[in-house]
């Protein structure tokens, strides 16, 4: 126990789940149960994560309890293919009676020390519009921003809710030819039969990490233990998979989900733009027959994503809505003496990055 400033750390463990869902709760005034911080801390296949617990009294309080939490998310990443280990912080939260005693940057240090002896060079986050300051504070640098990127599907669902419905579908029929020649409508598309539902991702998604992860920059590793227990195993299994089949083979996958009459394409990755075209236009076709008029895409400004989204009709936000649809980027470098290097760490055009690849379980509404 630190006597002056009230409270001790250890490593947190899967039987502290019920404490640390009230945290997270109480933190992000949200309604989890224990299943998803067992999911997030205890069961990705690529390692348990660097789970710390700061226990202490409260103000006004008797008994000592856990009252601050951190982790950091072990995650394998690949460089030009190259397999290295990085850390995804996640979840920084501290009661309000235990603020103000620098348990964060307690459980950031200790985190990154122990990420860091491990041999993972980086720790990376989309920082929250509460966290920004602290993280900033300690380490860690903004290099970039996560950027929203519409699909616009169809454009008179929108207008129905501001005007009658006669009218709107009027007001969306004339504004297609428009928003077409301004390249804010995505490419036309028919079902295409090579593209499949899939429940689980089995071989064909390893064999196709294999062939793709050399041509990409950093990148997280994506092979089936990890898709499946990122999108498909779940709490509330929120996402579904589609697949590009070539014979035996996928040529590429696509992860999407919806609500609230809202789609989002969190994950994809495929071995060639033919490929990518293909499954991105099956996704939006997807969420379209779902009712959705519009789609999200979110990613960092790697230059292979910006293409994939820029030639298939998607366009920035026109909003750029910090922590909305601009969400910053940070990282906190943790050894020079590996690779990739610090420049390159430092770099946002260098990270293949989507929705996916954030902490959060889902992007859609509750």
């Known amino acids: 126990m630190d006597a002056e400033r009230g409270f001790s750390t250890r ?19 949200k309604q989890k149960d224990e299943r998803t911080l067992l999911w ?91 966290s920004m300051r602290g993280f900033l504070g300690n380490g860690w640098r903004e ?19 501001v005007l009658p419905r006669a009218l709107a579908r009027a007001a969306g029929a004339a504004a297609r030819p428009l928003l077409r020649l301004l390249g804010r409508l995505p490419r036309s598309s028919r079902p295409d039969a090579r593209v499949r539902p899939v429940e689980r991702f089995d071989a064909r998604a390893d064999s196709l990490w294999e062939r793709c992860r050399e041509g ?27 697949a590009l089949e070539r014979g035996a083979e996928w040529d590429g996958y696509a992860v999407v989900e919806d609500g609230g009459g809202r789609g989002w394409v969190v994950d994809l990755l495929a ?52 922590f909305r649809t601009s969400t910053p980027f940070i990282v906190r470098l943790l050894r020079e003496d590996l690779e990739p290097p610090p420049q390159v760490l430092a770099d946002p055009t260098q990270w293949y990055l989507l929705d996916g690849d954030r902490d ?3 992007m859609s509404p509750e």
């Open 11 to 29: 490593a947190g463990l899967p039987e502290d789940a019920p404490a640390l869902s009230g945290i997270f709760n109480r933190a992000f005034n």
């Open 40 to 130: 997030k801390y205890f069961a990705c296949p690529h390692g348990e994560a660097i789970t710390l617990v700061a226990s202490g009294k409260g103000d006004g309080e008797s008994a000592p309890r856990s009252g601050g939490a951190y982790s950091y998310v072990l995650r394998k990443m690949t460089w030009r293919g190259r397999p290295f280990l990085a850390c995804q912080a996640a979840d920084a939260m501290v009661d309000a009676e235990f603020r103000r005693r620098g348990i964060f940057t307690t459980l950031d240090d200790e985190a990154a020390r122990q990420a860091a002896e491990r041999g993972a060079p980086v720790s990376f986050a989309t920082a929250g519009r509460q």
């Open 143 to 161: 290099t970039g921003t996560h950027r929203t990127y519409i699909a616009l599907l169809e454009p008179a669902r929108l207008l129905e809710g």
């Open 216 to 242: 990409l920059p950093i990148a997280g590793a994506r092979d089936s233990a990890f898709l499946n227990w990122r999108f498909l195993d779940t709490p509330t299994r929120k996402h579904r998979a589609l």
């Open 271 to 322: 071995e060639n733009e033919e490929a990518e075209d293909a499954l991105l236009r099956a996704a939006l076709l997807h969420l379209r027959e779902r009712g959705n008029p519009l789609v999200f895409v979110s990613a960092l400004p790697c230059a292979r994503l910006v293409r994939l989204l820029r030639r298939n009709g998607l366009f920035p936000h026109p909003r750029k809505r910090p």
């Open 360 to 362: 959060v379980e889902h």
